[in-house]
């Protein structure tokens, strides 16, 4: 099945910085999405953005499918922004089943 | 739209037991699915329905798990005989087929501890 690898695994940030968060899969996707997962386990979506770049206040995010990866952007980070960040991707073909990064765990320091 | 939920958020059981885990997906979402999560991982599908067939199911499903959705809305996921590798948050998402952007939202997930 596809695989999806995110890095890096963790990320310490000090408040106000910006990070960068990659996503790199290893096949073609109709789908995929960037979530933050917060303390209590809920799954919050991010972006629906199985190509191109879209902008939400202080995260964007951009995939080039062509190369199979996706990268997301968080500028000016704030203590809230603290949580694993998945992307999960649906195989084309894929009988729309999300296939998920193993997360990437970033902590905002105040 | 009131999003995904799911009863209970908590279930601690004992091994040998039988749990019953619903969601209630978005509504006038047809598609829902399943997945579950261990520590340290990303979710992984279990399985999914479009109304009320079940298309796929993953090997993770194993014979002592079953899902329905009896009439194309909720749907439950049980587990006979629970073992202690049971452990995990189970997921609920539910989805629009036929929509640009079809984007999955999830529930806040069941928490089960099997002790």
Known sequence: GIQVEQ???????????????RCNFSDSVNNLQWFHQNPWGQLINLFYIPSGT??????????????RYSLLYISS????????????VE??????KLTFGKGITLSVRP | DTGVSQDPRHKITKRGQNVTFRCD????????????????????????????????????????FSAERPKGSFSTLEI?????????MYLCASSLSGTIGETQYFGPGTRLLVL
């Open chain 1, 91 to 96: 195989n084309t073909g894929a009988n729309s």
């Open chain 1, 7 to 21: 890095s890096p695994p963790d990320l310490i940030l000090q408040e106000g910085a910006n990070s960068t968060l």
């Open chain 2, 80 to 88: 006979q005989r629970t073992e202690q590798g049971d452990s995990a």
């Open chain 2, 25 to 64: 997906p978005i509504s006038e979402h047809n598609r829902l699915y399943w997945y579950r999560q261990t520590l340290g991982q990303g979710p992984e599908f279990l399985t999914y329905f479009q109304n009320e067939a079940q298309l796929e199911k993953s090997r993770l499903l194993s014979d002592r």
């Open chain 1, 77 to 88: 980070s704030q203590t809230t922004d603290s949580g694993v960040y998945f992307c999960a």
């Open chain 1, 54 to 67: 879209k902008q939400n206040g202080r995260l964007s995010a951009t995939t080039v499918a062509t190369e």
